[in-house]
């Protein structure tokens, strides 16, 4: 079946380690996009990339780093300097330009700094 | 910048009830209109959407109207069930910029038999 693949579903880290989150496409998307979702919070932008090799910062960026070295991937390193790291991790991938709207999601992974 | 604002939640309501969720949209240009839903412990999914004023998604018995004239786009159902619980998210794409979409905080929805 065709979808998105996150990995893993949850993740636990101690404070001062860096930890990558995987996100795994077969739909043959363009775009992919990586969200951080907190309670009250909504879901915020964290980078996002139109095509492999180049990728944007979105509106949290910071303490966060990606590569898009396949069409298929785009993983996520959250790093030490990322303050307030516990979370919950959404990838999504669209097909055509950003504004289509419409997003595909993974299930997402949850991440708790300890 | 464009923005969305939902209603805050959480709402609660009886197996059977009327649901509206309210959102308001800011945009600059000439945006297309999305509500997704999240069930629990899942990503998002698209649940209907409305590309010109007027146009009505519907999808699964909701169904939300692209008002321009209130800037607005309001999620409905008539008869909600318990698996109708979860968060649902407001969302807007401009059309004359290619950059990603927009969402609102979310709403929770509970729904009690």
């Known amino acids: 079946d065709g979808g998105i693949t996150q990995s893993p579903k949850y993740l636990f880290r101690k404070e001062g380690q860096n930890v990558t989150l995987s996100c795994e496409q077969n739909?043959?998307?363009?775009?992919m996009y990586w969200y951080r979702q907190d309670p009250g919070q909504g879901l915020r932008l964290i980078y996002y990339s139109q095509i492999v090799n180049d990728f944007q910062k979105g509106d949290i960026a910071e303490g966060y780093s990606v590569s898009r070295e396949k069409k298929e991937s785009f993983p996520l390193t959250v790093t030490s300097a990322q303050k307030n790291p516990t979370a919950f991790y959404l990838c999504a991938s669209s097909t055509g330009t950003l504004n289509t709207g419409e997003l595909f999601f993974g299930e997402g992974s949850r991440l708790t700094v300890l | 910048g464009d923005s969305v604002t939902q209603m805050e939640g959480p709402v609660t309501l009886s197996e059977e009830a009327f649901l509206t969720i309210n959102c308001t949209y800011t945009a600059t240009g000439y945006p297309s209109l999305f509500w997704y839903v999240q069930y629990p412990g899942e990503g998002l999914q698209l649940l209907l959407k409305a590309t010109k004023a007027d146009d009505k998604g519907s999808n699964k018995g909701f169904e939300a109207t692209y008002r321009k004239e209130t800037t607005s786009f309001h999620l409905e159902k008539g008869s909600v069930q318990v698996s109708d619980s979860a968060v649902y998210f407001c969302?807007?794409?401009?059309?004359?910029?290619?950059?990603?979409?927009?969402f609102g905080k979310g709403t929770r929805l509970s729904v009690i038999a």
């Open positions: 739909l043959n998307h363009d775009a």
């Open positions: 969302a807007l794409s401009d059309q004359g910029r290619n950059t990603p979409l927009v």
